[in-house]
Nanobody, 116 residues
Framework: QVQLVESGGGLVQPGGSLRLSCAAS???????MGWYRQAPGKQRDMVAA???????SYQDSVKGRFTISRDNAKNVVYLQLNSLKPEDTAVYYC???????????WGQGTQVTVSS
């Protein structure tokens, strides 16, 4: 099992930006890495995933605003959040898996709040 520790969440105004980081205690090379989010009263949904070769996929609602990247040497995954909207408010969870729905490990989550 690998420990995943997220950071970078916080309170931001609409239109603002944040950069989330996810540091893994073990190697991420060869695994799919990504982020889910869960708003109060809603299910946890995938936001973005990045595959070992570097290709990525995004939830339609964040395409063009969020960018996922990975540094295999440092075992870190990033999620750049731009043009944030109130509906992006949620707890964001990092994951490591064999696919975007085959999750092996979860982080503890980091809160993102978009509000004026």
């Amino acid at each position: 099992q690998v420990q995943l520790v997220e950071s970078g969440g916080g309170l931001v105004q609409p239109g603002g930006s944040l950069r989330l980081s996810c540091a893994a205690s073990g190697r991420i090379f060869g695994y799919v890495m990504g982020w889910y989010r869960q708003a109060p009263g809603k299910q946890r949904d995938m936001v973005a995933a990045i595959f070992s070769a570097g290709s990525s996929s995004y939830q339609d609602s964040v395409k063009g605003r969020f960018t996922i990247s990975r540094d295999n040497a440092k075992n870190v995954v990033y999620l750049q959040l731009n043009s944030l909207k109130p509906e992006d408010t949620a707890v964001y969870y990092c994951f490591r898996g064999l696919g975007s729905t085959r999750v092996l490990d979860w982080g503890q989550g980091t809160q993102v709040t978009v509000s004026s």
